[in-house]
């Protein structure tokens, strides 16, 4: 069955650095993904997703994802981080096509 | 404005006595979900319907049910809540099933004592 996984629930970032947010997602066949965010005490919002068009994926607020189908990863990436994107990030993926399957989600820090 | 809303935002109850979360949207979508969030387990899905009448169980459906009589609004029923159902809980909805973009709710914080 679909799953995803998120590599690290926690991670720390320097403003201005790199921001990596890392998911593995267990198919055989090409998935559906998603990667959501949460600000603070709201609800979740869709960053971006992939549909098989392309394999990267550019999102709001300068995030983007490469979908690698022989890593089975899509990983998020923003060249330099703002403070604003201090949150909790969510990477999900469709159970056939009726469920949905979220990863565990990794928090952001961004550090000034 | 396209909306999900979820009502209460915030409710302490205690064990045994029955709540209801509503949650209705203004987007004419098809399909809703319930999911729950929780610490270091991310959101879990406990129910979703695809359309009126069509409900089925997620991930984690013990002690909750569900109902669907109009398009708009999909309640949460705690018929029996316990503790271990402290949890936030958030409404989703999108217009084709899961693998389209889901919208959010604002969330409901339920404390069971």
């Known amino acids: 069955a679909q799953s995803v996984t998120q590599l690290g629930s926690h991670v720390s970032v320097s403003e201005g650095a790199l921001v990596l947010l890392r998911c593995n997602y267990s198919?055989?066949?090409?998935?559906?993904l998603f990667w959501y965010v949460q600000y603070p005490n709201q609800g979740l919002q869709l960053l971006l997703k992939?549909?098989?068009?392309?394999?990267l994926v550019k999102g709001i607020n300068g995030f983007e994802a490469e979908f690698k189908k022989s890593e089975t990863s899509f990983h998020l990436t923003k060249p330099s981080a703002h403070m604003s994107d201090a949150a909790e990030y969510f990477c999900?993926?469709?159970?056939?096509?009726?469920?949905?399957?979220f990863g565990k989600g990794t928090k952001l820090t961004v550090n000034p | 404005e396209a909306q999900v809303t979820q009502n209460p935002r915030y409710l302490i109850t205690v064990t045994g006595k029955k709540l209801t979360v509503t949650c209705s949207q203004n987007?004419?979508?098809?399909?809703m979900s319930w999911y729950r969030q929780d610490p270091g387990l991310g959101l879990r899905q406990i129910y979703y319907?695809?359309?009126?009448?069509?409900?089925d169980k997620g991930d984690v459906p013990e002690g909750y049910k569900v109902s669907r009589k109009e398009k708009r609004n999909f309640p949460l029923i705690l018929e029996s809540p316990s503790p271990n159902q402290t949890s936030l809980y958030f409404c989703?909805?999108?217009?084709?099933?899961?693998?389209?973009?889901?919208?959010f709710g604002p969330g409901t914080r339920l404390l069971v004592l």
């Open positions: 989703a909805t999108s217009q084709g099933y899961a693998t389209e973009t889901q919208y």
């Open positions: 198919s055989s066949v090409p998935p559906y």
């Open positions: 992939y549909t098989s068009a392309a394999t």
């Open positions: 999900a993926s469709p159970r056939g096509s009726e469920k949905l399957v």
């Open positions: 987007m004419n979508h098809e399909y």
């Open positions: 319907s695809m359309n009126v009448e069509v409900t």
